[in-house]
């Protein structure tokens, strides 16, 4: 399939993708002054998608303008997930219109790039708005909710770099045990990151998060750290790992990577008959199973469930500030292994199992190239990587 013609646009805005995206703020913040409430000043961690999502928009665009349906269906779930910020869909054309002015200003800039061609684009951007409001207002009128609030009422710092942050929301949150949503918290405006809820939803809106803190002052540093009576907005819940329920099941947590295997993992706690599961549940140091003494008490209960907990340090390092109780660790003696996989593999084979592999990208990378290489096959793979990753990647020639 040949190239857009609108990929030299697109080419554009990826190389001055922060350009773009601060001319399109401070146009839009002229025109729509709320928005300055929604988002913060600095721009650093928002909207950092924005160049990168339109020019995979029109790097797929046909000769004549015409959008994919696959790309359609993308915009158009952005237009449902993005009703989170607060704003109506009659804001769209003013959106459309700060695009169209920070599209031409680095285009401009750049020089290389014909009129018609940057024309076309701004056209193309007007499908693009004219679809999201048109997938946001049908949302709004099937009654689907745009994000819920809800208030932390405890927080646990099960190690230095783990939390546990209970919430209630008094309503129903709805998503299912596996996914996903995007959060922000009162002290970060416009700033949100994506969390997996560790229990399944339930009539009273109870959520529980399990944060692991990277650096001081980032926002997950910022959530982790969240105090009682902080208000936390979800979004619309996305994606996720499931199971099929007529099969084993091995779940394999990187750290917090567990929450959402929790989840699952409790809901199977109503099924008639629960399949029989494995967890091997992944930390760097023993300290760090924030979660182990629970999981102890489970496969005790359970018939049905092996608790595996593997570490690739022996001992705690003097900073980790450990709650595991001793007697958990006694119980279940984590296994020393650098990968996870590899115990995986060990304990096998495993041929006709559902793998569930959850946590920071470049471990679940790592995880499951080990279990492919052990036999697995990918179709038996489901996994869940938690990093900055290219969401809009550009399309190359064919």
Same mark, same amino acid.
């Given at each position: 399939? @040949?190239?857009?013609?609108?990929?030299?646009?697109?080419?554009?805005?990826?190389?001055?993708?922060?350009?773009?995206?601060?001319?399109?703020?401070?146009?839009?913040y002229l025109d729509v002054l709320e928005a300055r409430q929604v988002f913060p000043l600095t721009l650093r961690e928002t909207h950092v998608d924005l160049a990168s999502s339109l020019a995979w928009v029109l790097e797929r665009t046909s000769s004549d303008g015409t959008l994919p349906d696959d790309v359609l269906a993308r915009i158009r779930r952005l237009g449902v997930d993005h009703r989170r910020h607060g704003f109506p869909a009659e804001v769209y054309p003013a959106f459309l219109t700060a695009l169209r002015g920070g599209l031409r200003t680095v285009t401009a800039e750049h020089g290389g790039v014909d009129d018609p061609l940057v024309d076309a684009a701004g056209d193309v951007f007007?499908?693009?708005?004219?679809?999201?409001?048109?997938?946001?207002?049908?949302?709004?009128?099937?009654?689907?909710l745009p994000a819920s609030s809800a208030e932390v009422v405890s927080v646990e710092r099960r190690s230095r770099r783990v939390s546990v942050i209970?919430?209630?929301?008094?309503?129903?949150?709805?998503?299912?045990?596996?996914?996903?949503?995007?959060?922000?918290?009162?002290?970060? @405006?416009?700033?949100?990151?994506?969390?997996?809820?560790?229990?399944?939803?339930?009539?009273?809106?109870?959520?529980?998060?399990?944060?692991r803190a990277h650096d001081t002052g980032s926002a997950s540093h910022l959530l982790a750290t969240t105090r009682p009576g902080d208000y936390w907005t979800l979004g619309a819940p996305r994606g996720g790992l499931r199971v099929r329920g007529d099969r084993g099941i091995v779940m394999i947590a990187h750290s917090t990577g567990l929450a959402p295997l929790r989840a699952i993992l409790f809901e199977l706690l109503t099924a008639e008959n629960p399949p029989s599961v494995h967890l091997f549940f992944g930390a760097e140091y023993p300290g760090e199973l924030y979660d182990l003494m629970s999981l102890w008490q489970l496969s005790k209960a359970l018939s049905w469930l092996t608790v595996v907990p593997v570490v690739e340090h022996a001992e705690d390092a003097w900073w980790v500030r450990s709650t595991v109780p001793p007697q958990a660790l006694q119980r279940l003696a984590p296994r020393v292994r650098r990968e996870i996989g590899?115990?995986?593999?060990?304990?096998?084979?495993? @041929?006709?199992?559902?793998?569930?592999v959850a946590g920071e990208a470049d471990r679940v990378r790592g995880t499951v190239d080990t279990l492919l290489a052990g036999g697995i096959t990918a179709e038996n793979i489901q996994a869940e990587a938690w990093e900055r990753t290219e969401e809009w990647p550009a399309k190359g020639p064919r």
């Open positions: 399939m @040949p190239s857009s013609p609108l990929s030299a646009v697109g080419g554009v805005l990826r190389a001055r993708s922060g350009e773009f995206r601060d001319e399109v703020h401070r146009r839009f007007a499908r693009v708005c004219g679809a999201m409001a048109d997938a946001a207002r049908e949302a709004d009128m099937a009654g689907e209970r919430l209630e929301s008094g309503l129903p949150v709805p998503y299912r045990a596996g996914q996903h949503l995007p959060v922000t918290a009162s002290y970060l @405006p416009g700033v949100w990151r994506t969390l997996s809820p560790a229990l399944p939803s339930d009539e009273h809106g109870q959520l529980e998060f399990h944060v590899e115990v995986v593999t060990d304990a096998g084979p495993w @041929p006709h199992y559902e793998m569930l």
